[in-house]
């Protein structure tokens, strides 16, 4: 347990990092607090033919006089932008990823009242947590879904993660509830969770020609990935009764272990593999891009000024990242094993 | 296409608000408290008004450096489609006195 844990540390800590290093700035306003930055991250979620209606909300924003106005100002515009369906795609997308959270979650409840795993006060903590990351998970693949030229990838990407994890399974319920077994054995992992990975986020950086779209693509297709695996397994679990009999555990003990295992692989892993080494690839792909275009054209004007923020900075922090992103998902994943 | 379904009391409430003085732009701000909506509440009423071409909407420039205001007015089909709404409904969404003690 205390891996899991470690994990969502790491993973938060990382995250909060990131957004600190790298909180977006708007030289139109003079004023630059968190309601400020809550709110232009809101208006990043409107589509693009309504982006005039996020400067509007700004423009007012900026003329509110005191903390606690200006926070319920921030706060009810972000409740507005969320209101606001995301359109076409996007939008069935959404309902979709919605729709597997609750299909998961209704097994999972499922199998925890059916075996008395609600007994345990620890397993109450576990199912908050549990929660917690499903609703995690569909606030932020609904805001990804909302940013332009996502939705689809991303999709695309996630379901290529989850084709790539369910085809080592075998396709049977035993290789999906014993990935290391499966029919992929210890090659499973390195290529589910580094491979595949790489190449969303590879794959979502050529296609846009954005670093910035390119790690919005991996972040999505963890959550699909992750959300869709949950569903499954959680399927794989309450139809074979946590999987095989083991000699002297009950099977409310096999289902229980089964759960906590599989839903840590689940939400937390695969997610993380794949926004934190998609999100490096999609870095240094850009990178290379534009070293590669850089040499192609001498003439520094002419060179493209580089779709996001992957253009500042140098090597050095690039490498740096991937191999701090390297490092945080072979601790996750060395955690899981171990755990 | 936008679906022309009956608007929800809230919008009544703004529509009535632009329409006390049509000609006058007004800031976002200023209307929901006038209309006791939130902003979350109030910004997609307007862009549905919008969309719907009874609301046009202008910019008021800022001052170096800050950014514009959004301004709002009733389009003539907007004061048309307020003038012909149904007097019963308008008299339900506008907002009860709450009860207690008044001021002086």
Redesign the interface.
């Given at each position: 347990m205390p891996s899991i844990l470690a994990i969502l540390l790491l993973g938060s800590a990382g995250a909060v990092l990131w957004r600190r290093e790298h909180a977006p700035r708007d030289p139109l306003s003079v004023r630059d607090d968190v309601s400020v930055r809550l709110l232009q991250w809101a208006v990043g979620l409107l589509p693009s033919d309504r982006v005039s209606w996020g400067q509007a909300m700004l423009g007012e924003l900026d003329r509110l006089e005191g903390r606690s106005k200006r926070w319920r100002f921030a706060i009810g515009c972000l409740g507005g932008v969320l209101v606001l369906r995301p359109r076409g795609g996007a939008g069935a997308t959404a309902g979709a990823l919605v729709a597997v959270a609750a299909g998961g979650t209704a097994l999972f409840g499922l199998a925890f009242f059916r075996y008395g795993l609600d007994a345990l006060h620890w397993n109450w903590v576990m199912l908050a947590i549990l929660l917690a990351l499903l609703v995690g998970y569909i606030l932020a693949g609904s805001a990804l879904l909302r940013r332009p030229g996502v939705a689809g990838p991303g999709l695309m990407g996630g379901l290529v993660v989850l084709a790539v994890w369910l085809a080592f399974s075998g396709f049977t319920f035993a290789g999906i509830l014993s990935p290391i077994t499966g029919a992929g054995g210890k090659l499973s992992y390195p290529v589910c969770l580094i491979v595949v990975p790489v190449l969303v986020g590879v794959g979502g950086t050529l296609r846009s020609g954005s670093a910035i779209v390119g790690r919005r693509t991996a972040r999505l297709a963890g959550v699909v990935a992750g959300l869709g695996m949950f569903l499954v397994t959680t399927i794989a679990i309450v139809t074979t009764n946590g999987g095989p009999p083991v000699q002297g555990q009950s099977v409310a003990y096999t289902v229980g272990d089964g759960l906590a295992n599989l839903t840590s692989l689940t939400l937390m892993l695969i997610p993380l593999a794949t926004a934190t080494i998609g999100w490096a690839a999609a870095t240094a792909t850009f990178r290379i891009r534009h070293v590669d275009v850089a040499q192609q054209n001498h003439d520094s004007i002419n060179m493209p000024n580089g779709s996001g923020r992957a253009t500042e900075g140098n090597w050095s922090r690039t490498m740096l990242r991937v191999a701090v992103a390297a490092g945080v998902v072979l601790a996750a994943a060395l955690m899981f094993l171990a755990g | 296409m936008a679906r022309s379904r009956t608007p929800s009391p809230q919008a009544i409430r703004v529509l009535l608000a632009l329409a006390a003085d049509p000609a006058r732009w007004r800031?976002?701000?200023d209307l929901a408290t006038e209309v006791q909506l939130?902003?979350?509440?109030?910004?997609?009423i307007?862009?549905r008004l919008a969309d719907r071409e009874l609301l046009e909407?202008s910019w008021e420039p800022?001052p170096p450096?800050?950014?514009?205001?959004?301004l709002y007015r009733l389009t003539p089909t907007g004061r048309e489609y307020v003038a012909a709404l149904d007097v019963a409904r308008v008299k339900r969404s506008v907002p009860r006195r709450r009860l207690g003690w008044s001021g002086a």
């Open positions: - | 800031y976002g701000y939130k902003s979350g509440s109030l910004y997609p307007l862009i909407t800022g450096g800050r950014p514009p205001r959004h």
